[in-house]
């Protein structure tokens, strides 16, 4: 609670609020993202955190009225980061914000996110906007190889109500009464339910069942025991990895991944199964991507300006530690022809980023993710809707992700134009959310101020957390 506060205190002291203040961005070229078009030299008026009026020369007759010179400067949607990991750390919000990204979902919830969710949304605590799903629903297996053989032959047996194992880890078993489950996390506020690998078809479908039943959506990964077409019709909403559709492709893996042959010949059906089926795919493959660019050269890995901002003993740790040193480069081919026939059949693509804080830099990967995108075949245009739009699709809401009057003025304010290079989304001079307006020297001093955070309250953040 300490931490929260005292950032609360530190941020609302260094950044200008306009509040109840309106605010004006004066000749700007906006990137509206409803279709690939700018608007040159346009003006963008801003009032309670929301967009008013966008125009050419709009006047104001107040002195009150904060003014933004947006000349020569391009103005994008907040971005979006809809796969992520907190591991009860409250300054990943302010990476995020120094990032431009305004809106995040937490990927395994628990309690306390729930409560940060609700204080920004009555701005009692600065941070982006953000959805938290339930902690990951597994089946009890999962920590088999973690506790004595008679307890967890006890626990497979169990009736009782499901319990936590870590409060970010919600363990079932085939007696689980899945309904009970659904309305207890529904009523908590969980914005959806959160399936993981291990689950049975039996407990997979239940919750499935349940989820429909009271309306909750599913956004998870596909279990290893669940064919692709059942999770359909059960009614699985979104896969929250582009990798989970890797073993509609491998074949023979049981010698391992590197062994195994794949198969891309059904990647067109596939796509147009999701399509028609208005499932959403999540990204993060710039974790596929950090193993290879690891394994390749890790001093170059480990020198990237933003590792700086990872607690000194996580940095230490997983520097000293690789897990994935024998991971399948080649995959990274099939992810590639995966996302383009995604995208070919228009498939609702979102990006996330998986960060953990481990040895990635929350924020900082929204920008590295994005560039990837376009590296393996999506257009700057098309990237950046994967990051704005298609994210507010996916949650159901339809008043943020566009620059549009009436819509959310969560804004970035950029030195170059992203749709020229994609590498220019880096280029924050500013950013808007909620209300409050950040410029470069604001977004600057919340990056040194967690920085020197991180530095005197030093943590390491472990593997076990970070699944
Ligand atoms: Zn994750």
């Not at 605010?23 to 700018?38: G, S």
């Not at 979902?105 to 920004?120: D, F, M, P």
């Amino acid at each position: 609670m300490n931490r929260i506060l005292s950032l609360i205190l530190l941020t609302v002291l260094t950044v200008h609020l306009y509040g109840q203040k309106d605010c004006l961005i004066k000749n700007i070229t906006i990137i509206p993202m409803d279709e690939e078009r700018i608007l040159s030299n346009y003006d963008i008026y801003l009032s309670n955190g929301m967009i008013s009026k966008i125009g050419k020369n709009i006047a104001i007759n107040s002195e009150s009225v904060l003014t933004i010179d947006g000349s020569g400067k391009y103005l994008i949607p907040g971005l979006s980061d809809m796969h992520l990991h907190f591991w009860n750390d409250s300054t990943v919000l302010g990476l995020y914000l120094a990032n431009g990204v305004t809106s995040i979902r937490s990927a395994s919830g628990r309690q306390e996110y729930l409560n940060w969710s609700k204080n920004i949304s009555n701005n009692q605590m600065e941070g982006p906007m953000l959805f938290v799903t339930t902690p990951l629903i597994n089946d009890v297996s999962f920590i088999k190889d973690f506790i004595p053989k008679e307890f967890y032959n006890s626990l497979k047996k169990s009736k009782d109500v499901p319990q936590y194992a870590g409060e970010e880890v919600f363990l079932v078993t085939d007696f689980t009464n899945m309904e009970e489950s659904v309305v207890n996390f529904q009523k908590n506020g969980y914005n959806s339910l959160k399936p993981y690998s291990s689950l049975t078809q039996k407990e997979f479908k239940n919750l499935c069942i349940a989820a429909n039943n009271y309306g909750m959506d599913v956004t998870g990964h596909l279990p290893r025991q669940v064919p692709l077409d059942s999770a359909i019709n059960w009614g699985l909403n979104e896969l929250m990895h582009l990798e989970e559709l890797r073993f509609e492709f491998y074949n023979n893996t049981e010698n391992g991944l590197n062994n195994a042959t794949i198969d891309t010949t059904g990647l067109d059906a596939v796509a147009k199964k999701l399509k028609n089926n208005n499932i959403s795919v999540t990204t993060t493959i710039i974790c596929n991507w950090s193993f290879v660019a690891r394994n390749k050269d890790e001093e170059a890995f480990f020198s990237k300006p933003e590792m700086k901002y990872l607690y000194p003993e996580t940095f230490s740790f997983y520097k000293a530690n690789n897990e994935h040193s024998d991971y399948p480069e080649r995959e990274l081919e099939l992810f590639k022809q995966i996302l383009i026939a995604l995208n070919k059949n228009d498939v609702n693509i979102v990006l996330g980023t998986d960060s953990q804080g481990m040895k990635d830099v929350h924020g900082f990967t929204v920008h590295d993710e994005i560039a990837l995108l376009v590296e393996n075949g999506l257009t700057p245009f098309e990237a950046l809707e994967t990051a704005t739009v298609n994210a507010a699709k996916t949650m159901g809401q339809n008043n943020w992700g566009l620059i549009k009057e009436n819509y959310r003025a969560n804004l970035v304010i950029l030195e170059g134009n992203p749709l020229d290079n994609i590498e220019n989304t880096k280029k924050i001079v500013g950013v808007l959310n909620n209300g409050y307006y950040y410029d470069k020297d604001d977004l600057t001093k919340k990056l040194n101020d967690i920085y020197n955070y991180r530095q005197n309250n030093d943590r390491l953040i472990t593997p076990m957390e970070g699944r």
